[in-house]
């Protein structure tokens, strides 16, 4: 592949917003393992090698098992992932493909079990990864 921009450098602010997402999501109440299952599928949903590397060592850094990250792709069949979880999960693929639209069983499912705050953030969380993912993808940024 021929090299492609470098974000940072020729689009700092651009990447300076970006980072102060990052920042406000850092800030959050979400869980540490909550954040982490959220890149990691919306990653894996979008092909994104470098943010899935990137993530799944991070989760387990954080304790997360190799067990909960291999059956990742596959959470519905698994039952290793909370009703939280699961809600999450729904939603982070929902918002990822978003042209098929956010359906109101999911998001009822995850306002049931959030208070609005902790939803608003876990919805910004998705949109930050799934902005990450598309940058990575779309410069070439490669997995070590």
Known sequence: MK???????????????????????????????????????????????????????????????????????????????????KAILALTEQITMISNHVSDEVYQNAANLFDEKYLAEIIVIIITINSWNRLAIATGSRAA
């Open 3 to 85: 090299p492609r921009i470098v974000v940072p450098i020729v689009a700092p602010e651009a990447y300076e917003a970006l980072m102060n997402l990052e920042k406000y999501n850092a800030k959050t109440s979400v869980t540490t393992t909550h954040k982490e299952l959220i890149k990691i599928r919306a990653s894996q949903i979008n092909g994104c090698a470098f943010c899935i590397n990137m993530h799944t060592a991070d989760a387990r850094k954080y304790g997360e098992t190799e067990k909960r990250i291999y059956l990742l792709s596959s959470w519905r069949e698994a039952d290793v992932y909370t009703e939280e979880e």
